[in-house]
């Protein structure tokens, strides 16, 4: 778990010997495809380090309906902010894909932050700050804008986590299905259908299975941003 917590954004400034201690107080644990890592409404004892796979987060409506607020990968975290302010998990976990994670339980964590030196504690902070107004504006851009934008603005998130130079574009290989990526955008699988044929049509990305490569960026991005 070394290696992966030095790469994890969360972590990532902190001194060796500090990554050293959390390593050795993470706990390795695995997850078959649909299992849930943690439910909506539990008690928050332990973030997550995603090692290998991805993770869904969801959130559950009483009318039946979910909500996928999004898929992490490799080197990402999931529910750090529930274990700092000691509430409930807002939403619930569950593996996209046989996962592997390391389990750092809320005291350790806590222990972690009055451990770290000040400008790595201020460093977590940031990443902290940085996913909740991820969520807001979120939250937001559902509220207002038109799927081709949501999709747009998607496609160039993703790209900035997973994007791979290729000679030909930027190339996406998505760990997920077009129905999971309708869901996170807030639409109807149908409706995200027609947006990425209309950007194939224009020449802005090309689509071959689970694979997408962006053709044109500045075109995606101003498709969102005018």
Avoid at 54 to 71: P, Q, T, Y
Avoid at 183 to 204: M, P, Y
Wanted: aromatic content about 6%.
């Amino acid at each position: 778990m070394r290696t992966r917590l030095q790469e994890t954004r969360l972590f990532s400034s902190l001194p060796i010997e500090t990554i050293d201690w959390l390593a050795e107080r993470t706990i390795k644990k695995s997850y078959k495809k649909g299992e849930y890592l943690f439910h909506e409404g539990e008690e928050s004892r332990a973030l997550y380090v995603i090692n290998d796979g991805s993770v869904k987060v969801v959130k559950e409506f009483a009318s039946g309906k979910n909500a996928i607020l999004g898929i992490f990968g490799p080197g990402t975290t999931v529910a750090e902010v529930a274990v700092v302010d000691g509430k409930p998990y807002p939403a619930s976990a569950v593996a996209h894909m046989d996962t592997e994670t390391g389990l750092i339980s809320a005291t350790v964590f806590m222990e972690l932050l009055r451990k770290a030196p000040e400008e790595s504690a201020i460093q977590m902070i940031h990443g902290l700050g940085a996913r909740l107004r991820d969520m807001t504006e979120t939250l937001g851009v559902l509220a207002v804008e038109t799927v081709n934008k949501r999709l747009a603005r998607f496609l160039i998130k993703l790209a900035g986590t997973i994007g791979e130079e290729t000679d030909d574009g930027l190339l996406l290989t998505l760990p997920m299905t077009r129905r999971d990526i309708a869901e996170i955008i807030g639409a109807t699988f149908e409706v995200v259908e027609r947006s990425l044929k209309k950007f194939r049509d224009e020449k802005i990305i090309a689509v071959n299975g689970k694979k997408i490569i962006i053709l044109d960026k500045t075109r995606l991005k101003q498709t969102y941003s005018n």
